[in-house]
């Protein structure tokens, strides 16, 4: 299944090819407009071309991971999925309370994390060992603060603030606080 | 020339001070403090580059909060919004051909401008406060965390910058309207028409158009002007909310801070400070591509009335987009962040991308051009912009955002490859370009510092993003400190390309100094001695 790493490696491949596109583009432009010209501009014609293209690119990227990053689906239509899981989560004076010390679910399960600021906006994300990002969300006070993420293999993971909150807030980190273990392991 | 004579009285003792008109006196002293902030800015982010490798001993953890805190907003304020005034107060007569409505007003904003940011800075430096530029609710209020004092000045400090800003507006557009004495009267309904977009919108329904009465780069410092007015009253009315608590608490009340909602405060502020970045730095980046496009070919821009045209688009595309930045806040509705974050947000390819393509279109047709130092500069400006905007459009994504949100990949490729690369050497491109103008003919001291200025400045800027931004793909917050060295590689090649903007920044500043001497230097802050109101000395 796709998930964030996947995601963000193809992000990685695309956006690289594009810069070293854009970067020789301009530097073949700066060779040839020093050099002779034939008198002639630029048609029209290309001029429209590239704005449908840039239509057509900025449209279809957000149909395009509509439809294929899983999460993103989940996320606009949260309150039509029920949860395998839910956990409550309150976050105050720049520390988590969490509902156990490990928070443990199966592999497949699709998890509710409910997270409610007492006084801050925090963040709320979930790191890998090697300290990439599976997912955050932001915890504004006084409102919900709701995620359901599918976790679709074994691992563990540290909870760690993604947004600003003072000085403090960077060592708001609860290590290993979330382990997936194999299906029906815990069932 | 020896070496001390040159320093003293600059390349060939051709700048002469005493010659300098009032509006170039006042443009160049924007100038030069916009590139004292400037150097601050480069500083501070080589301090914060290193405090995240290695803590200094020299800064406790608080003070990188506060440099953190006041870096962007020295960038932005302090050296950007001087830079940007300086030019505009002179370029807008200059194009207009007619002299500046207030020379007055103009040093005030000048002053409102800097000393507002010495403020906010020197508050930020001494005091620790550090909300960061974003300001969440409630935490610039959180006065167990932070000096009630010291966030009482950092925010009168911003508020007279404000202030500053609020005066360039009056200027900019009774400069664009007023009749100077002596002159028919103009019509000024019809110039403050032609300047924001009405005329041309009109003409599309009209079978007789109307001619358009203001130059296409005035049109676009207007049109910048409407947004920079409207977060002028954002950020004030922020600013007197926050002052509101602040002088409460000074006053023994304790004032309840659940009165303020944190989202709608959000929603408000981002859209706020959205008129900067995706408002008028790309409308007056725009603009003073053309400019510099039609100077540098000296021919019509290509596709003139469509440029208008986007122009006004992506003024009202700039009112729209600010839930871009709220994409992971899970009680904004999906609506606002579908509609808003990401459709509208996607007209920016297209305005900023129809911008890229004039500007090159109008340089093609002139070929063959000389390689000068506005035209790489110009170069640039665009390759970083052609950089930049795809990397945000990317993360204004429902999808990308889950993964990308807070992460370096959103300050590096995205902002300091904007800032830096985008807006800086278009900034750049702009400053080359007016040198002899604004300094009576003036020599660059040396063309080989000015590419050594040029290739540092570039691969810096293209190298401190990119590897900020392989950083954020593999996980790296921003807005936070990793003790462990988790991220140190990734922080020390991002130091070694900050390095190569320093050297870039230092040939560059050496370069000026050199080119107009310190005589020179110092001549630029004396009161003018030329008395007129025209912008350069009648030849």
């Not at chain 1, 449209?59 to 409550?88: G, M, Q």
């Not at chain 2, 400037?38 to 001993?57: A, C, D, H, T, W």
């Not at chain 2, 103009?106 to 800075?121: A, E, H, L």
Request: hydrophobic fraction near 50%; proline fraction near 4%.
């Amino acid at each position: 299944m796709v998930d964030s790493e996947m995601v963000l490696t193809g992000q990685t491949i695309a956006y690289t090819i594009y810069c070293i596109v854009i970067i020789l583009l301009i530097a073949w432009f700066a060779w040839k407009v020093t050099g002779n010209g034939n008198g002639k501009g630029i048609k029209p014609g290309l001029f429209y071309a590239f704005i449908g293209f840039l239509t057509v690119l900025g449209v279809s990227l957000h149909i395009v991971t509509y439809n294929t990053i899983p999460w993103a689906k989940i996320d606009l239509n949260r309150s039509d999925y029920k949860p395998d899981k839910s956990f409550n989560i309150t976050v105050g004076d720049h520390k988590f309370i969490l509902p156990a010390e490990k928070m443990v679910v199966n592999v497949n399960d699709k998890v509710l994390f409910d997270v409610t600021s007492e006084d801050l906006t925090y963040g709320f994300g979930l790191f890998r060992e090697d300290n990439s990002m599976l997912f955050q969300m932001q915890v504004v006070p006084g409102h919900r603060n709701d995620v359901i993420w599918h976790f679709d293999r074994p691992g563990v993971y540290t909870i760690r603030s993604t947004e600003y909150s003072g000085p403090k807030g960077a060592a708001m980190i609860v290590k290993d606080a979330v382990q997936v273990v194999p299906e029906n392991a815990t069932k | 020339m020896s070496f001390t004579r040159t320093l003293i009285n600059g390349e060939e003792g051709l700048f002469k001070s005493e010659t300098l008109t009032p509006m170039q006196k006042l443009t160049l002293r924007f100038v030069v403090v916009g590139l004292i902030y400037f150097g601050f800015v480069v500083i501070e982010g080589m301090l914060m580059r290193l405090y995240e490798v290695k803590s200094l001993p020299f800064i406790t953890e608080p003070q990188f909060f506060a440099i953190l805190t006041a870096h962007p907003l020295v960038g932005i304020f302090g050296s950007t919004y001087s830079i940007v005034c300086g030019a505009f107060l002179f370029l807008v007569p200059f194009l207009m051909k007619k002299p500046l409505w207030s020379i007055k007003l103009g040093n005030w904003t000048f002053i409102f401008i800097t000393g507002g940011t010495f403020v906010f800075w020197f508050s930020g430096f001494i005091s620790h406060y550090a909300p960061l530029y974003t300001l969440y609710w409630p935490l610039p209020a959180d006065f167990s965390q932070f000096s009630v004092w010291g966030g009482t000045f950092f925010i009168v400090g911003i508020a007279l910058v404000m202030i500053g800003t609020a005066l360039f507006i009056i200027n900019i557009f009774k400069t664009i309207t007023y009749t100077p004495d002596g002159w028919e009267k103009q019509r000024s309904g019809a110039l403050l028409s032609s300047a924001l977009g009405v005329t041309g919108f009109n003409n599309l329904f009209r079978k007789n158009k109307k001619e358009h009465l203001v130059p296409l780069p005035v049109a676009a410092v207007a049109r910048g002007s409407v947004d920079m007015a409207l977060n002028t009253i954002t950020i004030l009315f922020t600013g007197v909310l926050i002052l509101v608590y602040m002088v409460g608490s000074i006053l023994g009340y304790d004032l309840k801070e659940t009165a303020i909602d944190a989202l709608l405060y959000k929603n408000w502020f981002w859209w706020g400070l959205d008129l900067i970045a995706d408002g008028l730095v790309l409308i007056f980046v725009a603009g003073t591509w053309y400019l510099l496009a039609m100077m540098i070919t000296k021919k019509p821009l290509f596709m003139q009335n469509i440029a208008r045209a986007a122009l006004l688009v992506e003024l009202v595309v700039s009112w729209t987009v600010w839930s871009h930045h709220l994409l992971s806040d899970q009680a904004q509705p999906g609506i606002l962040k579908v509609v808003s974050g990401e459709m509208v947000t996607a007209f920016e390819l297209i305005t900023q991308g129809l911008a890229f393509f004039i500007t090159l279109a109008t340089l093609w047709g002139a070929r063959p051009l000389k390689m000068t130092n506005p035209l790489k500069f110009l170069l640039g400006g665009l390759l970083g912009f052609a950089l930049a905007v795809p990397a945000g459009i990317m993360q204004a994504d429902v999808g990308l955002n889950r993964i990308l949100h807070n992460t370096q990949w959103v300050v590096g490729p995205h902002v300091h490859v904007a800032v830096l690369v985008g807006l800086t050497m278009t900034l750049y491109s702009a400053i080359y370009l007016l040198f002899p103008i604004l300094t009576n003919g003036a020599k660059i001291y040396s063309q080989k510092l000015a590419n050594v200025h040029f290739w540092c400045h570039l691969l810096g800027g293209i190298g401190m993003g990119a590897f900020m931004g392989m950083a954020g793909l593999n996980g790296m917050l921003r807005r936070t400190l990793y003790v462990n060295g988790e991220f140190n590689l990734y922080m020390i090649l991002a130091a070694l390309c900050g390095t190569l903007l320093l050297i870039g920044f230092l040939a560059f500043f050496y370069n000026v100094v050199m080119s107009v001497g310190l005589k020179g230097v110092l001549g630029i802050f004396t009161p003018a001695m030329v008395k007129t109101k025209d912008l350069v000395p009648k030849a």
